[in-house]
C-alpha cells in the first residue's frame, strides 16, 4: 500500500489553464504539506494543514489554493498557471512534526 | 545567508569509499534533523531521523549533529552504486513549525 499517494504523476497544460493536483495519504498523520521541488532539486515548503486547518502559508501567489476536505487529502489547485510554475510538487505527511514522507511528485509542465 | 546550507556536489567516489555529507545552518533553534535520499523522478524518502546532538547509526549509514557548531553529517560506509541519488538534509524546531531543506549533494558510486 502506498503511505501518499499523489495524482496526476505528470501534467502537461497551457499557460493560462487551471488544474489541480490530488493527495492522499493511509498513514494517519494530522499533518499534510505541499512542496515544490525547482530544477536545481530546491525543495520549498509551500503550505502546511493539520486536522483540515491551515498552519503554514508561505509567500505563495494567491493563485495556489490548498483544500484539505478531510485529514487524510489535502489537494492543490492552481489557477491561470504561468510558465514559472513548472517544477515537480511534491505531497508530504507527518506525525507531530518529527519525520515527513513524501509521495511520489507531480511533474507539472506549463507550455 | 540561506538557512540550511549544502555543497550541492556532484560527488563521485569509487565504490567501496566513505561518504561524507555535511549541512551546516543558522537556526539554533533546529531540535530535528533528517536525512532524505532522493532517486531521479523519485520523491523524497527519509533514510535518517536524529533529535537534539548526539549520533546515530543504522547499518552503514550514521547520522552526527553537533548543535553547538549548527552543523549535521550523514556518513556513509561501503558506499554502492545503489547509493547513487541526491542526499537532502532537512531540520525542524518542532510541532507545527516548517521543516527546512538544504538544497541536496548529488552523489555518485561508481562501480
Known amino acids: 500500500d502506498t503511505a501518499v499517494s499523489q495524482t496526476p504523476k505528470y501534467l502537461v497544460t497551457q499557460m493560462g489553464n487551471d488544474k489541480s493536483i490530488k493527495c492522499e495519504q493511509n498513514?494517519?498523520?494530522?499533518?499534510m504539506y505541499w512542496y515544490k521541488q525547482d530544477s536545481k532539486k530546491f525543495l520549498k515548503i509551500m503550505f502546511s494543514?493539520?486536522?483540515?486547518?491551515?498552519?503554514i502559508n508561505e509567500t505563495v501567489p494567491n493563485r495556489f489554493s490548498p483544500k484539505s476536505p478531510d485529514k487524510a487529502h489535502l489537494n492543490l489547485h492552481i489557477n491561470s498557471l504561468e510558465l514559472g510554475d513548472s517544477a515537480v510538487y511534491f505531497c508530504?505527511?507527518?506525525?507531530?512534526?518529527?519525520?515527513?514522507?513524501f509521495g511520489s511528485g507531480t511533474q507539472l509542465s506549463v507550455l | 545567508q540561506k538557512e540550511v546550507e549544502q555543497d550541492p556536489g556532484p560527488l563521485s567516489v569509487p565504490e567501496g569509499a566513505i561518504v561524507s555529507l555535511n549541512c551546516t545552518y543558522s537556526?539554533?533553534?533546529?531540535?530535528?534533523f533528517m536525512w532524505y535520499r532522493q532517486y531521479s523522478r523519485k520523491g523524497p524518502e527519509l533514510l535518517m531521523y536524529?533529535?537534539?546532538?548526539g549520533n546515530k547509526e543504522d547499518g552503514r549509514f550514521t547520522a552526527q549533529v553537533d548543535k553547538s557548531s549548527k552543523y549535521i553529517s550523514l556518513f556513509i560506509r561501503d558506499s554502492q552504486p545503489s547509493d547513487s541519488a541526491t542526499y537532502l538534509c532537512?531540520?525542524?524546531?518542532?510541532?507545527?513549525?516548517?521543516?527546512?531543506f538544504g538544497p541536496g549533494t548529488r552523489l555518485s558510486v561508481l562501480p
Open positions: 508530504a505527511s507527518s506525525e507531530t512534526n518529527e519525520k515527513l514522507f
Open positions: 536524529t533529535y537534539s546532538s
Open positions: 494543514y493539520n486536522n483540515k486547518e491551515l498552519i
Open positions: 532537512a531540520m525542524s524546531e518542532g510541532y507545527g513549525q516548517n521543516f527546512v
Open positions: 537556526n539554533s533553534a533546529f531540535q530535528y
Open positions: 498513514l494517519g498523520h494530522d499533518t
